[in-house]
């Protein structure tokens, strides 16, 4: 759901709670929780006529949940309620939902699954902070393996397990459509705050939906993605450009993340400056793991890193 102009060249942002029919048998209700981490809000997704799946519940906001179940025709059900990954405002209204319709809810796992050999060890040793927005409660009736097929009356889903953003993360395909949650998105590239996000997974699963093939993507947050392949490659080659950028700054004097971001980021908001550092952790991260940086000391979030 883009945004739109009014006849004095205005741009105006899509309401939440209206629902927008995206194509046959695809209908959108935008989420009342815009931030500069959600653009609009979430994007919930109704696929279906009759029985009907439930993509994104989005965040545990009463608006919201009235707003999904009055987007519904005379006599239609919820059947299934998937969840792309564990993250409150995709995640959170997916049990309250499930009481309300008598759906179950699937995803590939709770808060901590999927995630990398690399991101267990980081958690495990307890500095590398991360769950930002994480729903630790969040536990599926049903799990989702990569892979697994999931159909109602006129629809038919094939899961695929795409980690990076978050380990848990699903996407699923659509015949020519793809959901891709917060993995590839139109406005903005994705967090990747470890141990949560992982930049070898995400790049792996950038590689695994450009695959797919899609004709449409449709995203977690931010409008419908026109040319999937071309924004897949751009994302792809943006988390390039970071690496060689965090490596640049490493060659010049040795850092943390916090103080690498600002280095770095130089156009970035204050504000969104954690988030930045969280990416420049991920990087670092993975380079130390391929022996190309190293910490001063234990690998945390506040570690000094300089080039091998």
Do not use: C, K
């Amino acid at each position: 759901m883009a945004d739109r102009e009014d006849a004095a060249g205005r741009r105006i942002s899509p309401t939440p709670g209206q629902v927008r029919q995206v194509a046959p048998g695809l209908r959108q209700v935008l989420a009342p929780n815009p931030s500069p981490m959600t653009l609009h809000g979430t994007n919930t997704w109704i696929l279906g006529t009759g029985r009907v799946a439930v993509i994104d519940p989005g965040p545990a906001l009463p608006a919201h949940l009235s707003a999904i179940l009055a987007a519904l025709a005379p006599g239609e059900v919820v059947s299934h309620i998937l969840v792309t990954h564990a993250h409150l405002d995709h995640a959170s209204l997916a049990r309250p939902l499930a009481e309300a319709t008598g759906a179950p809810v699937l995803a590939f796992g709770d808060a901590l699954a999927g995630r990398s050999p690399a991101m267990q060890r980081l958690a495990a040793a307890g500095g590398g902070g991360g769950g930002e927005g994480t729903d630790h409660g969040f536990v599926p009736d049903e799990m989702l393996a990569d892979g697994a097929e999931i159909a109602g009356e006129d629809w038919t889903l094939t899961a695929l397990h795409t980690p990076g953003h978050f380990g848990n993360h699903l996407s699923f395909a659509w015949g020519e459509r793809l959901f891709t949650g917060d993995q590839v998105m139109g406005w903005a590239s994705s967090l990747i705050s470890p141990p949560d996000g992982d930049v070898a997974q995400y790049l792996a699963s950038l590689e695994r939906l450009a695959a797919v093939g899609a004709r449409v993507a449709h995203a977690g947050h931010g409008p419908d993605i026109a040319d999937p392949a071309a924004r897949i490659a751009e994302l792809g080659a943006h988390r390039r450009q970071r690496e060689a950028e965090v490596l640049e700054a490493l060659a010049e004097a040795p850092g943390d993340a916090a103080g690498l971001a600002a280095r770095i980021y130089t156009d970035t908001p204050p504000a969104l400056l954690g988030a930045a550092a969280r990416n420049v952790l991920a990087h670092l991260v993975d380079l130390t793991g391929r022996g190309i940086v190293a910490p001063r000391g234990p690998l945390t979030a506040a570690a000094v890193f300089e080039r091998v």
